[in-house]
Every structure is written in structure tokens, then in C-alpha cells.
């Protein structure tokens, strides 16, 4: 790059960014009606500058303040914090459909198919379809049953590990950890696969800060930064993990090998024309990857 065109960038973005934040700003909503009790705001970031380490203690101090119902603007981005059972009962049961929809979030979208599994869908029709496959076949009592001696096996695991230390010390979240990955692994697909290392990059690059999720024009920013890059290589790199792992159950159904994990269930739920539904296998993968998270 010539010395002219950085001289021309240098001067050209803290102009267009300060353009964008005025839009930004005007383009707010300035009045919403019968919202609950706010902390006072600033202009722009809204309440973000009282987010800080220890959001817990924070939302827990405000609800001493502001009640159980907080109204808070996250950039141009509204949220409610529900701090009481009774608040919650009415958001989760009484007007569950009205809070049924996750916000939108690009590094989500690009990791989770396209946001096509049974957490991040949109409420409706697909949505309904994911969670019947998930509550009749994954997840019913006879199931969770069948996976008995799984559990039993893998926690067994963790015992004789913690004997082994002999008194020394244990580091309980990784033992933990490490159960919880394997005993998923194994009633998703039957084998401790090497998941844990996939897990781990989703689990950071969707808590890392996304300035998309509180200034949606911004979006762009996140691939500047290299979010966005970071969740598409994600995607990859589950995507063949996960294809793999198909493959293979469809090769030993081949050879007449049968098996009971969660991968064996919606290969037949996938076969099975009666049930009205087209379970793709990128659906199939999408719940798979849900299951860890």
C-alpha cells in the first residue's frame, strides 16, 4: 500500500466511524413505552460502560436497586435482567412464546449451521420439528435410560483418577470437565472422540466481545478484528469432525452393525419418510454440535 492511500485511510476511518456512531445514535428508538426500571444511561453505549469483571455482583446490585425487572440498553441493543422466581415463571411459562427467540448473533449463525439446530432456531414450524426429534427420541425416559452404564462407566473413571492422586491434589474442573465431554461424546456418538479441543474454541469465540451484538451496523468490525474468520474456521473444522463421525455410522449400518447413540437415532429418524419431515445431514450435525455446548 502506498504511503498516499494509509495517509487516506488513517484520515478517512475516525471520520466514518464517528459517521456511523451519529447515525447510530439517531436511529435509537427514543421512547419505549411501559419498560421497567433503568440505571441512567450515556449516550451511544448505552449501559455498557457498567458491565465490567463480575457482571453477576452487578446485576445483583442493581436488582437492589431497580427491583426484579431491569430495563438495560447495550449499545443499541435492548435487554431485560430477570432477577426474581416469580418474574421468571411469568417469562418462561405464561409468555414463554412472546421470549422464545434467541437474538441474532453472527458468530453464533456462522458456527451453528445457519442457526438451524433446536437452540438458536427461530420459534416455529422447523423449531417445533428439532424439538420433537429431541424430546421423543433423544432425550425420552427410555433413552436416557439406555445410557445408564455410560454414566456409571465414566464416572468410575473419575473416581479412580481421584484415588490414583493418593492424597494429592485434584483439579476438580478438569476431572469434571473431562466427564462431562466424555460422557457426551459417548451417547452422542458412541466414542470419546476428539471433541474437546473444537468445544474449547467455540466456547471462547462466543464469549469473546462481538461489537456486532450491541451495534449491528458495526458488524463489520468483528471481521476486522477476526471474529468472524475465527468462527468460519471453527465451522470447518467441527464440520468435517462431524462428518466424519456420520461416515462412519452409516458405514457399520452398511455392515449390519447396530448401535444406540444419538447419531444411530437420527440416521433411522432421517430414513423414516413417515414422519413429514426432512432431517438433512447438516441438521443432524447442528444437533450434534448443540449437544456439547
Not at 36 to 57: A, D
Not at 109 to 131: A, L, N, Q, T
Not at 213 to 230: A, H, I, K, V
Amino acid at each position: 500500500m502506498s504511503p498516499v492511500m494509509k495517509i487516506f485511510l488513517l484520515a478517512f476511518l475516525p471520520l466514518l466511524l464517528a459517521f456511523l456512531l451519529v447515525k447510530s445514535y439517531f436511529s435509537w428508538p427514543k421512547h419505549y413505552k411501559n419498560v421497567p426500571p433503568s440505571p441512567p444511561k450515556l449516550p451511544i453505549i448505552g449501559n455498557l460502560h457498567q458491565l465490567g469483571s463480575g457482571v453477576h455482583r452487578i446485576l445483583h446490585s442493581m436488582a437492589k436497586t431497580y427491583g426484579p425487572l431491569i430495563w438495560l440498553q447495550l449499545g443499541s441493543t435492548p435487554i431485560v435482567i430477570v432477577s426474581s422466581a416469580e418474574a421468571a415463571r411469568e417469562i418462561m411459562k405464561t409468555h414463554d412464546i412472546i421470549f422464545s427467540n434467541r437474538p441474532f448473533t453472527s458468530v453464533l449463525d456462522r458456527i451453528f449451521y445457519g442457526s438451524e439446530d433446536v437452540v438458536f432456531s427461530p420459534y416455529g414450524e422447523h423449531w417445533r420439528k428439532m424439538k420433537s426429534i429431541c424430546v421423543l427420541h433423544l432425550l425420552s425416559s427410555k433413552q436416557v435410560q439406555l445410557y445408564r452404564q455410560v454414566r456409571e462407566d465414566e464416572t468410575a473413571q473419575i473416581i479412580r483418577k481421584i484415588q490414583e492422586a493418593n492424597g494429592s491434589v485434584v483439579n476438580m474442573t478438569d476431572l469434571l470437565v473431562t466427564l462431562t465431554n466424555n460422557l457426551i461424546a459417548r451417547v452422542a456418538s458412541g466414542k470419546t472422540y476428539g471433541f474437546q479441543h473444537t468445544v474449547h474454541r467455540i466456547a471462547k469465540a462466543t464469549t469473546r466481545f462481538s461489537v456486532g451484538n450491541y451495534f449491528p451496523s458495526f458488524t463489520w468490525m468483528d471481521r476486522l478484528s477476526g471474529l468472524l474468520r475465527e468462527a468460519d474456521e471453527i465451522f470447518k473444522e467441527s464440520d468435517v469432525l462431524f462428518e466424519g463421525v456420520i461416515e462412519e455410522h452409516v458405514n457399520k449400518k452398511y455392515f449390519g452393525i447396530k448401535g444406540h447413540d444419538l447419531v444411530d437415532i437420527l440416521l433411522e429418524i432421517q430414513k423414516d419418510k413417515s414422519t413429514g419431515f426432512e432431517l438433512e445431514r447438516y441438521m443432524i450435525k447442528a444437533i450434534i454440535l448443540v449437544t456439547f455446548i
